[in-house]
């Protein structure tokens, strides 16, 4: 076998093209930078690059200057999902509700592959508990933080990274915007109802002649209520009373209107959702004040979903609403982006 060497003058050619190609990345990075920029790092020209020793052939054991080392990177202000509508409401003296993501991306990945939903009921409890106390710790930073930016915290959730808040001017809008505490902010939009379609559109009687008819699970109806005393329902007088009732829990997150469904749409879905699976149980969670829907009291819906879970097995949660846009691919900047992701990490049925 024979070893080709280089010749000598190859290895100094292709030195000097790795040099070369290091000032250009720093040149391009000093241009980048504002005044401001090259002070901190402790440059006032491009002729101080060369002090630092990145162009010098030093002995490997040569002590390194005390000077700072530069590194050369392109500088990126941090983007974030900000609606239009709302910077130019503050601009207009008027102070806005809306809905802020929080930055929590490592403790959810370090959750999610804890592989909750295989776990034993204490287990997935403690996997929670863990996830829920992280979220705490989150929270409080962010009220720390808002009491600084001036911005009001008027309802947070136990496992939802989101809060709803209060921005009352634009240097309140761009402490936010600036803060690595805040991922997205979200107009607390209201959602409208939407009917369901029928049941061989999603190939039921098929799944029903298998035997899949939801023995065992729950259903949590995100919707306008479940008027469960009906007969459809067991004839309850109470969630879960007597023992044939169709409906385990029942919940207002909107405003309680002293209904059981002010509407008729909720009661609907549910009884369509037991012709699905005419075993299954339903979670009837009202998150409607009269046709329509805000987010942070869906979102509080969907909180009380990831709480309690594993307490009723809930393997599907039914959202019939929505609004006025139509996306034609995935809405990956959606403020629905976080908590569905929290629900398919605890519900088997969405992984």
Not at 38 to 44: C, D, E, Q, R
Not at 54 to 77: C, G, H, M, R, V
Not at 112 to 136: E, F, T
Request: a negative charge.
């Amino acid at each position: 076998m024979v070893f080709l060497r280089p010749a000598k003058g190859d290895i100094n050619m292709k030195q000097k093209r790795e040099k070369l190609s290091i000032l250009l990345i720093i040149t391009l990075g000093i241009l980048i930078f504002t005044p401001s920029d090259a002070t901190s790092l402790g440059i006032s020209s491009l002729n101080e690059v060369t002090s630092l020793g990145l162009f010098e052939n030093k002995p490997e054991n040569t002590q390194q200057s005390e000077k700072p080392k530069f590194i050369a990177f392109l500088y990126n202000q941090k983007k974030i999902h900000l609606p239009e509508s709302i910077r130019q409401n503050l601009s207009k003296g008027k102070e806005q509700v809306a809905i802020v993501v929080l930055e929590n991306s490592d403790a959810f990945q370090s959750f999610s592959k804890r592989n909750y939903v295989k776990q034993p009921h204490l287990d997935k409890r403690a996997a929670l508990d863990d996830y829920g106390n992280h979220l705490k710790k989150v929270r409080q930073e962010f009220v720390e933080f808002s009491i600084d930016a001036n911005v009001e915290i008027s309802r947070s959730y136990q496992y939802l990274p989101m809060a709803l808040v209060n921005i009352p001017n634009d240097i309140a809008l761009e402490a936010l915007t600036k803060s690595p505490k805040v991922k997205g902010i979200y107009e607390n939009e209201m959602m409208s109802l939407f009917l369901n379609e029928s049941l061989p559109l999603i190939n039921q009687p098929e799944a029903s002649i298998l035997g899949a008819q939801g023995e065992g699970t729950t259903v949590a109806i995100v919707d306008t209520g479940v008027d469960y005393t009906r007969a459809e329902f067991g004839s309850c007088t109470s969630p879960g009373v007597p023992s044939a009732c169709k409906v385990v829990h029942a919940q207002d997150f909107a405003p309680d209107d002293l209904k059981l469904d002010a509407h008729g749409h909720g009661t609907n879905v549910a009884g369509i959702s037991l012709g699905v699976a005419p075993s299954t149980k339903i979670a009837a969670l009202d998150v409607f004040s009269g046709n329509g829907a805000y987010w942070d009291d869906i979102l509080a819906a969907l909180d009380w979903v990831v709480v309690n879970q594993a307490t009723y097995n809930i393997v599907s949660v039914n959202l019939s609403l929505g609004s006025s846009i139509r996306n034609t691919s995935p809405c990956v900047d959606s403020i629905a982006v976080e908590p569905f992701s929290r629900l398919r990490s605890v519900i088997p049925a969405c992984l």
